[in-house]
């Protein structure tokens, strides 16, 4: 009985042997034919991009410079893959290249492209693209593509940056993808100025106004904030009204006015007051901040319109006190509407 089935044993063997060994015999015999077959073209896909910037003819003169039926009927043993690779990935376009045969002989090359998505000026006037990996690119006349502007990037010829300025291009990046994701603000922000504070102010088509963007932190509760203002105050004063709109503190917009304001009413005031009272009551705290001549704020909760109280920073509910009495005895000039306000405007 044992020796049967030692004897299943070895024949069991004998036969995954057997078959393996015809499984590679046949696998060389694959390879051995495709290396000595010849090369029946070149397919070439660009992916990744707007093939903006690349063309089928840039990647044949980079594979096969000067000819113009590259490689067919060439053995395929004779090609060094790698190597070509390496010559597209020289291209500043190319982000990666992959080269392979497939069963016809055919050479398939995969391209996929750097995509531009803002377009740079330094201080010194020079300009660049960069993608989304931060590369910076150069300009290329083949085709102008709509991208988000800006100016004033300080580190000029540097290709690797460091630092502050590793950031500040990072906060460019997310800035301008959100941008170009919403049809609304691609249209509305002309250029993006970068001050020499690092931070950013936005150049509107629509009203001669500066938004006052601060850094690159917290970017989308800032658009939505300044959103709030476009849709509840400037539909119905008009874009014209603000020299500048102030989106760059947490919870709030600032809207500084243009020229001078007058004073308020004693009555109009008084009913400001109340006005302010009960929408600190029904909002969070931190929401509400001090109130200064001149400016504006929309709660970040619900985008209310906040009252002034009245022109004093020591009359207004903020995040860490009550409403103070304004004073007894202060006389206001009458017949004026009351100017609202928030937060001091800082000087620029």
Avoid at 48 to 54: D, K, S, W
Avoid at 71 to 82: C, D, E, H, T, V
Avoid at 94 to 102: G, H, I, K
Wanted: positive net charge.
């Amino acid at each position: 009985m044992a020796i049967k089935t030692n004897i299943r044993k070895v024949l069991f063997l004998s036969l995954w042997i057997v078959a393996g060994t015809c499984l590679l015999v046949l696998l060389v015999a694959a390879i051995t034919k495709k290396n000595h077959a010849a090369c029946s073209g070149v397919a070439i896909t660009i992916k990744g991009g707007n093939t903006l910037f690349l063309d089928r003819q840039d990647v044949l003169n980079t594979i096969a410079p000067g000819r113009n039926n590259p490689y067919k009927g060439r053995p395929i043993a004779s090609f060094n893959l790698n190597r070509l690779e390496e010559l597209l990935k020289k291209n500043i376009w190319v982000r990666d290249a992959d080269l392979f045969f497939d069963n016809n002989g055919l050479l398939r090359v995969s391209i996929d492209e750097r995509a531009p998505i803002a377009r740079v000026f330094t201080t010194s006037g020079s300009s660049f693209y960069i993608d989304s990996s931060c590369a910076r690119l150069p300009l290329n006349d083949k085709m102008a593509i709509r991208l988000p502007v800006f100016t004033g990037f300080p580190a000029d010829n540097a290709v690797v940056l460091h630092g502050a300025d590793s950031l500040l291009v990072q906060q460019v990046k997310q800035l301008s993808l959100y941008m170009m994701k919403d049809t609304f603000w691609l249209a509305q922000v002309q250029q993006v100025v970068i001050t020499g504070n690092r931070t950013f102010e936005m150049i509107p088509v629509i009203g001669n106004h500066t938004i006052l963007f601060g850094d690159g932190s917290d970017y989308e509760l800032k658009f939505h904030r300044l959103l709030l203002f476009y849709q509840q105050v400037a539909a119905r004063t008009g874009f014209d009204r603000y020299s500048a709109v102030n989106v760059a503190y947490a919870g709030q917009v600032i809207g500084v006015k243009k020229g001078t304001v007058g004073k308020v009413d004693s009555l109009q005031a008084l009913k400001n007051i109340q006005q302010l009272i009960e929408a600190s009551h029904r909002l969070p705290a931190d929401t509400l901040s001090t109130s200064v001549d001149n400016n504006i704020v929309v709660s970040a909760a619900s985008g209310a319109i906040l009252p002034v109280l009245n022109n004093r920073p020591d009359s207004t509910r903020t995040a860490s006190g009550p409403v103070q009495k304004p004073p007894a005895k202060r006389s206001v000039p009458v017949k004026k509407p009351a100017p609202r306000a928030v937060m001091p405007h800082q000087q620029r």
